[in-house]
């Protein structure tokens, strides 16, 4: 439903621009985080949830952190404010009713991604990968060549975006 939607309010601006020549932007951005995020176990993403069972991990002196999955599929992530600096740089650079990918262009492992979060939170006990809970979509990565081209890429290197928003995330 979320796909469709989204789907849906792109062509209803592509629509709209052609109709009564309105100008509208439709970027696509890759799976996000940042302080702010949804930490809730039940309903949030991958990284915001990691980041939270790492941090009770942690406090609680858990010997390991159960992670759903087996660590193989690939996600890509962008921090908040690079998504915040492109849409800024989008709208002064990019006239075009064709949808714009905004994402970092890479990806890495659900597991390299848990071993990154519980490297910045701390927590040193062991990974346990639940095989009986699902992995999803095997890879998630945007191709940004087309941001690129026109001069853009995100600043926010994955581990600093990750620790600093374990830091808003320990002050919240």
Request: a negative charge; one cysteine or more; charged letters at 25%.
């Amino acid at each position: 439903a979320y796909a469709i939607a989204k789907i849906a309010g792109i062509k209803l601006c592509q629509a709209y621009a052609r109709e009564y020549g309105a100008n509208f932007i439709s970027g696509m951005p890759t799976n996000l985080y940042g302080p702010n995020d949804n930490f809730d176990l039940e309903s949030s993403h991958v990284l915001p949830a990691l980041m939270r069972k790492a941090h009770e991990a942690k406090k609680s002196g858990a010997p390991e952190l159960v992670v759903w999955g087996s660590g193989k599929p690939r996600r890509e992530f962008l921090h908040v404010d690079d998504l915040a600096a492109a849409c800024f740089f989008l709208l002064q650079n990019y006239d075009s009713p064709e949808i714009i990918n905004i994402g970092t262009g890479t990806d890495l492992s659900v597991r390299e991604l848990a071993e990154l979060i519980c490297d910045v939170v701390g927590f040193e006990g062991n990974l346990a990968w639940d095989a009986s809970k699902p992995d999803g979509t095997p890879r998630k990565l945007l191709d940004t060549t087309k941001i690129n081209s026109l001069g853009w890429e995100p600043t926010i290197a994955l581990r600093d975006g990750i620790a600093q928003t374990y830091d808003w995330f320990r002050n919240a």
